[in-house]
Each structure stands twice: as structure tokens, then as C-alpha cells.
């Protein structure tokens, strides 16, 4: 059975996981990463889109943005995030005020992103597309359109490829759905296998921080003091949920 419940609901099935969500240090006085967030969730409110938490009802819960007030005469359009925070950090502020014009915009977080998280130990594209396709479910929608942005590319060609009569167009953004690790190692990308490629996704000191945004970044930030950067891997990137995105990738 699913259930839709609000996000206050979130944090009382978090402490039966293995694979729990972090909690940023009650010591710290301020935090630059969480203001952001702060504002992300006011900048998604303000065009139109209100949060939702889902009870899949087989351990797994999923954290979704929806429309307040969904246009039938509009297409309902699906954007599915990479490797991050969670879905507000790629999809906003920049995207969203100009997508919410035409569509109706839905907006996941994807298992161990976010406040996405599951008990299973299923860490496959395919159990990820289950997921969302189960969530726009509970929200009725019938058809739609998806964007995925790199590891959400490999998500939205899963979705697309197990649920042909709901999804009806696909972009995929910067995703090798074709890739395979000879690939890696023959040179084709900066990095020479599935242990760097996951160092540099899951950086875990200032350094590697900086390496992996000057590999992503079309125009990289010149100078950006340790201390942000710190304050960004202390709150969005936990020992816990490293553990399980290392899985998801291998």
C-alpha cells in the first residue's frame, strides 16, 4: 500500500534504516549549505510546488516536489537529478521559474538523495525508476515527459524503457547509458575506474572537492574558501549515505 504523508511524518521512519539521512551538527552556528537549501525551499514554493513524502509501504520512502495546483491542459513534465545534495540543488532556481510556465513540474529526490531513502537492498537504475514511476502514481498522473540529468539519465532511460505507455519524451543530459568500464580504463574520461570515478562523485575533503567541480563546472568558481566547502560535505554528504551511494554506482 502507498501513503502520502507530509514531511513532518519524514523523520520517524528515518530512525528504522540502515541507510539513514544526515544530521547536520546541532554545535554548528551557521551553515551556508543549509541557508541555501533554505532558500531553494522557498524559491520552489514561490513558483508553485509544495514537498510530499511517499510511503512506498516496502521500506522505502521518497521525497518529491509537486504541483500546488496541477493544469490539466498542461504536460506533466518529470526532471530527474544526478549525483548532489538532492533534486533542489540541480533543478533550481535557474530551471524551475522557467519550466513551470508550460508544465506541470515534478521533482524527486532519488533513493539516498535528499529525504529519499529505502531499507531494501536494491540499489539498481531500475529499482530507482520503479520508484519515482510509483510516486507519480499516488500523484495520477497518467503520461509524462522526462529530463535526467546525468546519473538521472540512467534512471529516466530505465523509466522509459519498463514503462513505455506512460513516458512519452526523454531527454538525458550528460549520461553514458551506454558506457561500460573498458571505456574508463581505455581513457575515455578523466578518471581510469569505478574506485575514482566514485572518490570524485563523493568527495570527502576540500581537494577533491574543487577537483570534481573543476571536471563539472563549464566555467569552475576561481577561488572557493575550504570552510564552504567543508560545510557542504558535512551536510550533504555523510559517511551513511556514502556508503550507499558507493553501492549504487558499483
Given amino acids: 500500500m502507498t501513503t502520502l504523508f507530509s514531511t513532518n511524518t519524514l523523520h520517524t521512519h528515518q530512525k528504522h534504516l540502515n541507510c539513514v539521512q544526515y544530521t547536520h551538527p546541532m554545535t554548528k552556528c551557521f551553515s551556508l549549505t ?3 537549501t533554505w532558500c531553494l525551499k522557498s524559491t520552489f514554493s514561490t513558483y508553485g510546488l509544495r514537498s510530499t513524502v511517499t510511503d512506498l509501504g516496502d521500506g522505502t520512502v521518497m521525497h518529491c516536489w509537486v504541483p500546488k ?4 491542459t498542461r504536460p506533466d513534465l ?3 537529478h544526478g549525483f548532489g545534495a538532492n533534486a533542489m540543488w540541480q533543478w533550481g532556481p535557474h530551471i524551475i521559474p522557467r519550466l513551470v510556465r508550460y508544465f506541470n513540474i515534478y521533482v524527486p529526490d532519488l533513493v539516498f ?3 529519499s531513502f529505502t531499507t531494501r537492498s536494491d540499489r539498481s537504475d531500475s529499482f530507482q525508476a520503479q520508484c519515482v514511476y510509483r510516486v507519480m502514481e499516488v500523484n495520477s498522473v497518467k503520461k509524462m515527459r522526462v ?7 540512467f534512471v529516466a532511460y530505465s523509466l522509459a524503457a519498463q514503462f513505455k505507455e506512460v513516458v512519452e519524451r526523454v531527454v538525458i543530459c550528460c549520461a553514458g547509458v551506454c558506457l561500460e568500464e573498458k571505456d574508463l580504463t581505455d581513457g575515455l574520461f ?26 563539472t563546472f563549464v566555467k569552475p568558481p576561481v577561488k572557493t ?3 564552504i566547502l567543508v560545510d557542504f560535505i558535512d551536510v550533504s554528504i555523510s559517511t551513511k549515505r556514502t556508503q550507499c551511494v558507493r553501492e549504487i554506482i558499483f
Fill in 78 to 80: 518529470l526532471l530527474l
Fill in 113 to 115: 538523495f535528499g529525504d
Fill in 69 to 72: 495546483t496541477r493544469k490539466p
Fill in 34 to 36: 543549509a541557508t541555501r
Fill in 147 to 153: 529530463v535526467g540529468l546525468s546519473y538521472g539519465g
Fill in 225 to 227: 574558501p575550504n570552510c
Fill in 190 to 215: 578523466v578518471v581510469k575506474d569505478l574506485d575514482e570515478a566514485t572518490d570524485m562523485l563523493l568527495p570527502q575533503t576540500p581537494e577533491k572537492m574543487k577537483e570534481l567541480m573543476r571536471v
